[in-house]
C-alpha cells in the first residue's frame, strides 16, 4: 500500500518563475493538507482540501498561492512568481476523512528559489 | 506567544538511556496530541496519537497529556542510535483538521 506521494522531491526556480508541487494521497484517503518547514522552523499549515473544494485556505499567504485537488489526479500547489522566502520544504498529507483522522505525511518537495 | 511551545535542543543522550521530550501549548481548543518523528530531509512519521489527558502506550515509547498545565511529554525507553531525529509535537483542536506543530526537539542518541 503506496503511502502519500510527491513529485518533484527537489525544485530549483530562479525569481520569478512558477513553481507547481504535486501530491498524490495514500490509497482511500480523500482528505489532503499543505504545511511547509522552513529551516529551523516548525511545520506551519497552509491549506486543507476535499476532491475539488478547499475547506480551510487560512494558512495560505494571500497573493501567489494557489491549491486545487481536482476529481481526478493528484493535488497541486501553485506557486507564482516565486521569490527567495519561498525557499522551503512542502509537505503534503492525507487522511481518510473525519476532522480528527491521522494526518500521514509524503516525504515532501524541497524548493530552492535562486 | 506560540500556540505550541517546544525546545529546539539538541538533546544529546547516550544510548539506553532514558529520554524525555516535552512541549506546552497555549490553545485550550486543542484536544488531540500527537508526536512524530522526522529523520533528517524525510517526511514527518507518526509515533504517537492521544485524546484529551492521560498516558498512552507504545512499545517503548509512552505519551503524556495534562491538559490542566497544558503539557504534553514523550518518553523513550532503552534510547537507540536509531532513535537519533527530530521529534515535533502536535496539536489539533476537535472541530477542525488543522496541525498546530512545535518547532521540534533535536534527539541525538550516542554510542
Known amino acids: 500500500n503506496a503511502g502519500v506521494m510527491q513529485n518533484p522531491r527537489h525544485l530549483v526556480r530562479r525569481r520569478g518563475q512558477e513553481a507547481r508541487l504535486r501530491c498524490s494521497p495514500m490509497k482511500g484517503h480523500s482528505h489532503v493538507y499543505w504545511y511547509r518547514q522552513l529551516p529551523e522552523e516548525g511545520l506551519k499549515f497552509m491549506v486543507y482540501l476535499q476532491k475539488e473544494n478547499i475547506i480551510d485556505e487560512s494558512g495560505m499567504p494571500k497573493e501567489r498561492f494557489s491549491a486545487e485537488f481536482p476529481k481526478e489526479g493528484p493535488s497541486i500547489l501553485r506557486i507564482q512568481q516565486v521569490v527567495r522566502g519561498d525557499s522551503a520544504a512542502y509537505f503534503c498529507?492525507?487522511?481518510?476523512?473525519?476532522?480528527?483522522?491521522?494526518?500521514?505525511f509524503g516525504p515532501g518537495t524541497r524548493l530552492t528559489v535562486l | 506567544q506560540k500556540e505550541v511551545e517546544q525546545d529546539p535542543g539538541p538533546l544529546s543522550v547516550p544510548e539506553g538511556a532514558i529520554v524525555s521530550l516535552n512541549c506546552t501549548y497555549s490553545n485550550s481548543a486543542f484536544q488531540y496530541f500527537m508526536w512524530y518523528r522526522q529523520y533528517s530531509r524525510k517526511g514527518p512519521e507518526l509515533l504517537m496519537y492521544?485524546?484529551?489527558?492521560g498516558n498512552k502506550e507504545d512499545g517503548r515509547f509512552t505519551a503524556q497529556v495534562d491538559k490542566s498545565s497544558k503539557y504534553i511529554s514523550l518518553f523513550i525507553r532503552d534510547s537507540q542510535p536509531s532513535d537519533s531525529a527530530t521529534y515535533l509535537c502536535?496539536?489539533?483542536?476537535?472541530?477542525?483538521?488543522?496541525?498546530?506543530f512545535g518547532t521540534g526537539t533535536r534527539l541525538q542518541v550516542t554510542l
Open positions: 492521544t485524546y484529551s489527558s
Open positions: 502536535a496539536c489539533l483542536p476537535g472541530t477542525a483538521s488543522k496541525l498546530t
Open positions: 498529507a492525507s487522511s481518510p476523512g473525519y476532522v480528527t483522522d491521522t494526518q500521514y
